[in-house]
């Protein structure tokens, strides 16, 4: 996945944030890169004012800076746009996913990859796992591939576990309570003091 979106999306820059600021102030008449760069770094610019000048340098022959290009999203919010249900997601969202979406066409397939075996999990349909595991490979999606190399390792508890109702999470919640309590004593927590502490712990 992040593969995929790191050939995708451009790379981040320093400057993204600032770029709007950056045109509307060449445009107001100041293009000293020394000036713009003390500029925005009140504004939390961290780069160089070497960047600052490659940036501004092709807007010098006709002194007038267009209007900025979007920013490209972040990795983090193109990866929760695809495991997010579609239909919970804003309309802005929507269209800048399926920008993204319509440049990299592995990315659309992982997309529905992925939806079809969150229905599963939300709709308890372990029986549609073979066929969901058949269709990822057809696909050239290593990382989906290894994904369902996984799944086969232990298919029948994979299946059960997208199947039953019952779960892990009692268990789970248990386990992180007593981490915490453990956490709580600063690592001086020996055996008979945890006992206590979990037994009295409210």
């Not at 820059?13 to 000036?35: C, I, M, V, W």
């Not at 969202?93 to 397939?109: G, I, N, S, T, W």
């Not at 915490?180 to 001086?188: A, E, S, V």
């Amino acid at each position: 996945m992040e593969e995929l979106l790191a050939k995708t999306l451009n790379r981040p820059s320093l400057l993204d944030d600032s770029k709007p600021y950056l045109h509307q102030r060449f445009n107001e008449g100041r293009t000293d890169t020394a000036s713009l760069t003390a500029e925005i770094r009140k504004l939390g610019y961290r780069g160089s004012e070497r960047t600052v000048y490659r940036y501004v340098q092709p807007f010098r022959p006709s002194r007038k800076a267009p209007d900025p290009a979007p920013a490209a999203p972040k990795i983090r919010h193109v990866t929760g746009w695809i495991m997010r249900d579609p239909d919970t997601l804003k309309d802005e969202d929507e269209q800048r996913l399926k920008a993204v979406l319509a440049r990299c066409p592995e990315l659309e397939a992982t997309r529905r990859h992925v939806g079809a075996f969150a229905h599963m999990i939300r709709d308890l349909c372990g029986e549609r796992l073979p066929d969901w595991m058949d269709r990822v490979g057809d696909d050239k999606l290593p990382a989906l591939h290894s994904f369902v190399t996984g799944l086969r390792q232990d298919l029948a508890a994979v299946t059960a576990g997208l199947t039953l109702p019952w779960n892990n999470g009692p268990a789970e919640g248990a386990v992180n309570r007593i981490k915490m309590l453990k956490r709580q004593c600063f690592g001086r927590a020996n055996f008979p003091l945890l006992c206590k502490r979990i037994l009295l712990a409210k």
